[in-house]
Every structure is written in C-alpha cells, then in structure tokens.
C-alpha cells in the first residue's frame, strides 16, 4: 500500500511539472493497452489521445522555453494540472485494483498535489519577472519524465522526489512572504503600502 501511495505521489508530482507528458507516457509504457487505465481517455480512440498528447507535449516544449508562450502555458496548466492529477492518480491506483473509495481518496491527494506544484511554478516564473531560465525549463522536463518513470518502475524514489518537492513548495512560500512583507516601509502592516517593488 505504501508504495502505490509512493507511485501516486510521483505521477502526481509529474502532472504538477507537465499536463500532456505524463499522460502521453504512460499510454506508451502500458503497451498495447493504451489509456485504458485512465479515466476520460479510455473512451476515446487510441490513436486520436495519442495524437493529441504528442501534440500537446511539443506544444508546452517549445512554449515553456519562451516567456509569451509560458504564460499562455501556464494559463491553461493552472486550471488542468488539477483534473490530470487525477487522472493519473486514478489510473495507478485502478492499476493496484484497489477499493472504490481509496482510488477516489488517492485521486484526490493527486490532484491537490498536482495543482500545488504548479502554483509553485506560476510563484517563481512571476517572482523571478523574466520567467524561468532555460535550463530550470529542460530541467523540469527531464524530471517529469523522469517521475513517470520512477512511479512505475521505481515507487521509493519517486515518492521521495516528490516528498522533497512539496517540501520545496512550501520552502517557497515562507520565502515569498518574508520577501513580501519585506517590501513593506511605514505600512504598519500592512506589506503593500509603500511597497519598494509593486506587484
């Protein structure tokens, strides 16, 4: 039970990265039974999701590499990172062929997850003003594929990295309030009046 809990947290931790990446992935690593663990898409023709997640995931290559196109991208991710979290989680707990009610509960778990990793990004691409740089950008590429991966094949060390993430978020967020209420002079406490650096 542990370690689809460790499985779940690190497909999770990926959707909060990427939208269409870990979807695409898992549909290839399942071999011939495409999506057919995955809720939504499991109704859906093969060959049209898979057309569509290759799509998708070259789009938010070549868009989060640039600062327009990251916007954009982090527009739609904000409102879809929640729902594939789900899903995903909800495929890997099918997988388990575990009860009802502990597949909806784990969906959950993956889906606030999912949505809190990607508040983190939408956090630093708007504290940092010029966006992410280019090698944050490959690297959190290359660590979504690589928690699919883990989740999978390797549950403790993807539950692990996504166990630091989370520990990162929350790092990040007592960081932006200190940083906020620093950019208080006078205010009385109130951190935006007299703001050095205004929103």
Same mark, same amino acid.
């Given at each position: 039970?542990?370690?689809?809990?460790?499985?779940?947290?690190?497909?999770?931790?990926?959707?909060?990265?990427?939208?269409?990446?870990?979807?695409?992935?898992?549909?290839?690593?399942?071999?011939?039974?495409?999506?057919?663990?995955?809720?939504?898409?499991?109704? !859906?023709?093969?060959? !049209?999701?898979?057309?569509?997640?290759?799509?998708?995931?070259?789009?938010?290559?070549?868009? =989060?590499?640039?600062?327009?196109?990251?916007?954009?991208?982090?527009?739609?991710?904000?409102?879809?990172?929640?729902?594939?979290?789900?899903?995903?989680?909800?495929?890997? /707990?099918?997988?388990?062929?575990?009860?009802?009610?502990?597949?909806?509960?784990?969906?959950?778990?993956?889906?606030?997850?999912?949505?809190?990793?990607?508040?983190?990004?939408?956090? !630093?691409?708007?504290?940092?003003?010029?966006?992410?740089?280019? !090698?944050? =950008?490959?690297?959190?590429?290359?660590?979504?594929?690589?928690?699919?991966?883990?989740?999978?094949?390797?549950?403790?060390?993807?539950?692990?990295? /996504?166990?630091?993430?989370?520990?990162? /978020?929350?790092?990040?967020?007592?960081?932006?309030?200190?940083?906020?209420?620093?950019?208080?002079?006078?205010?009385?406490?109130?951190?935006?009046?007299?703001?050095?650096?205004?929103?």
């Amino acid at each position: 039970m542990i370690e689809i809990l460790l499985a779940v947290l690190s497909i999770s931790a990926a959707a909060g990265l990427r939208i269409a990446l870990p979807l695409l992935m898992i549909g290839i690593l399942s071999g011939t039974n495409l999506w057919v663990k995955v809720p939504i898409l499991s109704a !859906w023709s093969p060959p !049209w999701v898979l057309g569509i997640l290759v799509s998708w995931s070259l789009f938010e290559f070549w868009a =989060s590499k640039n600062r327009s196109g990251n916007r954009l991208l982090q527009s739609l991710q904000i409102f879809l990172s929640p729902l594939v979290g789900w899903l995903v989680g909800v495929a890997i /707990a099918q997988a388990a062929e575990l009860q009802p009610w502990l597949i909806n509960l784990l969906g959950i778990v993956s889906a606030l997850l999912a949505m809190v990793l990607q508040l983190v990004q939408v956090g !630093w691409f708007y504290r940092l003003r010029g966006g992410l740089p280019l !090698w944050a =950008s490959f690297g959190l590429d290359g660590l979504c594929a690589l928690l699919v991966l883990f989740a999978l094949d390797a549950p403790q060390q993807g539950g692990l990295i /996504a166990l630091l993430l989370l520990w990162f /978020a929350i790092r990040s967020s007592q960081t932006w309030r200190d940083w906020y209420k620093a950019q208080a002079q006078g205010g009385y406490g109130n951190p935006r009046a007299g703001k050095l650096d205004p929103d």
